[in-house]
């Protein structure tokens, strides 16, 4: 078990869509969500999985967003993105959990351990 992630949107979303946010509780012992994770999500309608899902808080820690380094700044990646990646970047006994490729890019370039829906998935089962 992974001891703690900072995940964004997309995998939230589609478990959520899914039925399957259960699985997070599985697969990883604490979920943080950065303030623009959470600022994405609540985008939708209140009626959403998602955005009830992080309303709810039992499922994740909320941060605050960090500062965004120029080698994450430069690939020009979404705010949620660039922020999961700054976390990780700045300590090292996490993981990033991405969906969108380019920030997975980024995250293989810098050495940043992650996995996707998927693999949270598959972990949990």
């Known amino acids: 078990m992974i001891d703690y ?5 997309s995998p939230i979303i589609f478990l959520a869509q ?6 997070l509780r599985f697969a990883l012992a604490e979920i943080r969500l950065t303030a623009a994770v959470e600022q ?5 309608p209140v009626s959403d999985l998602a955005v009830m899902a992080v309303a709810d808080r039992r499922w994740f820690k909320g941060v605050p967003n960090p500062i965004i380094p120029p080698i994450i700044a430069d690939w020009g ?14 300590d090292p006994n996490t993981t990033a959990i991405l969906d969108d490729l380019a920030a997975r890019r980024c995250a293989n370039i810098l050495n940043i351990p992650l996995t996707g829906t ?3 998935v598959l972990k949990a089962k």
């Open 5 to 9: 992630a900072y995940i964004n949107a």
């Open 77 to 90: 990646l979404g705010a949620g993105e660039s922020s999961v990646l700054a976390d990780c970047l700045g």
């Open 118 to 120: 998927l693999g949270l």
């Open 40 to 44: 994405e999500i609540r985008k939708k």
């Open 18 to 23: 899914a039925g399957l946010l259960d699985m």
